[in-house]
C-alpha cells in the first residue's frame, strides 16, 4: 500500500534550522515501512517572521514553495515543503500561501505520476485549504493534536469542511478525544505514541542506575522553551529545595524562554544548580535521561510527548501535567513519591507496557481506565511508575514531594 503522510513536525538530521523536529510521525511510518507498506511523508514547514530573521544569513529563500526530496530516513521517503509566513495574523494570507503550497504538492505528484492509496493528515486544522485543492483521489485520514483542538474551538465553522474532506478521524489521545467530541468532532481511532524497544534499560541497567550513592536530586527538563513548557514554574519550585537538600536541573533545549528562564535562575539563587545545554541530539538527550532521576515537563496544552516514554524507558520518574495528552499514560499518584500499584502489580522494573499486560507488568505505563481496580487519581501532578514507590523509599528520596 502506497501510504502518503502530511505533517508539521517531522525530524531533519542534517537540517538544525528547522525547530519543530519530534519523531513520533517518524517511528510510525517507520513501522508502516517494516510491515512493506510504501511510505511518503510530506513535511509542510512554515518559517515564522521571528525565526527568520534570527537565521537570516542561513536561509537559501529559493528553496521556498518547492518540493523538495531528503534523504530517506529508515525506508521512509521524505519530502520538504518550505515556505514563509510573514503575516501569520492577517487572515486573507494564509488562504494565498496554502494555495500556492497545493499547487506545488499537485504539480510535483504528476510529474512524479504518484497516487497514494491512503492519505493521513496530521494537524488537519493546518491543511484545511491544502488538501481540499489537492488532486488525489483516495481515502483520506486526519489526526488530530492539541493545536487543532484550539483551532476548532477558536473557529467552529471549520468542523463541517473538516467533515467532509476526510473520511475518517482519529485523535493522539483520549482526553483530547473526549473534548473533540464536545466540538462535534467525532473521532473513531486513537493515534499515540511509542518509541524503540531497543531503547528501554534493561532490569539489570535499572537496579545498578537506583543503587548508586546518594548524590544531588538530578532533574531533567527536555523540549522546546516555550511560554506553555512552565519552566519557569519548575525553576521557582525547584527553589524551595536549594536550602534543603542537593539538586541539579539540567535544561535541554533552545527557545524563546531561554534567557528568561535564565535570568529567572539567577533571580532564584540557584543559578549553580541549573544547567541550560541547549538543542541535544537524541542520544545525548537519552545520555541526560540514564544519568537523571526525574523528568518533568508541566507544559500546557500538551498532546502527547514522546519525550515523557523516552525518560521513562531511561529510568526516570516522570511528571506531568494532568488534564493533558499524558494523563492516562502515567501511573498516577499525589507528588508523595510513591507510585500507584498498575494493576494490583507493584511497578519494579521500569519498563514500557504495550498495554497487553492486563495490569501485571512491572513499570507499567498504562492509564487507570486501562487496567481496571486502580482507584481514581487525586488532584495534583502525574507521576509515573517506573518503580517509583520502591526507588523512592529504597534511595531513601521523596523524589517529587517539593514539586
Known sequence: MKILVITTFYPHPERKDLLRDTSAVHYIAREWVKQGHQVTVLHCYGHYFRELVKELGKHDFRRYGKIQECPNNEGVRVLLLEEQFWLRNAKWYLPVQQKKMAVAINQYFHEKEYEP????????????????????????????????????????????????IYDVLGARTSQLQKKLAKTGIRTTFLAQSGIDEDIIMT????????????????????????????????????????????????????????????????????????????????????????????????????TLGLVYLEAMSQGCVAIGSRNEGIDGILVEKRLSG??????????????????????????????????????QPEDGPAVSGAGAERIMNDAGRKGGETL
Open 117 to 164: 492509496d491512503v492519505l493521513l493528515v496530521h494537524f488537519p486544522t493546518n491543511y484545511v485549504g491544502i488538501v481540499e485543492r489537492l488532486d488525489i483521489h483516495c481515502k483520506k485520514a486526519a489526526v488530530f493534536h492539541k493545536t487543532d483542538l484550539g483551532t476548532v474551538l477558536a473557529k467552529p465553522e471549520v468542523c463541517p469542511t473538516l467533515r467532509k
Open 203 to 302: 532490569d539489570e541497567e535499572f537496579r545498578k542506575k537506583w543503587a548508586e550513592e546518594p548524590h544531588p536530586m538530578r532533574v531533567v527538563y527536555a523540549g522546546n522553551l516555550l511560554p506553555d513548557k512552565n519552566v519557569d514554574a519548575v525553576l521557582t519550585a525547584l527553589s524551595s529545595w536549594k536550602d534543603k537538600r542537593p539538586f541539579e536541573f539540567t535544561i535541554i533545549g533552545d527557545g524563546v524562554c531561554l534567557q528568561p528562564c535564565i535570568r529567572l535562575a539567577e533571580k532564584l539563587g540557584i543559578a549553580d544548580s541549573c544547567h541550560f545545554t541547549g538543542r541535544l541530539t537524541r542520544e545525548q538527550t537519552l545520555e541526560a535521561f540514564r544519568k537523571a532521576e526525574v523528568f518533568v515537563m508541566i507544559s500546557s496544552p500538551e
Open 338 to 375: 510513591r507510585a500507584r500499584k498498575c494493576g494490583g502489580a507493584e511497578s519494579t522494573s521500569g519498563r514500557h507496557c504495550t498495554g497487553s499486560c492486563g495490569g501485571k507488568s512491572g513499570g507499567c505505563l498504562r492509564g487507570p481506565e486501562d487496567h481496571p481496580g486502580n482507584d
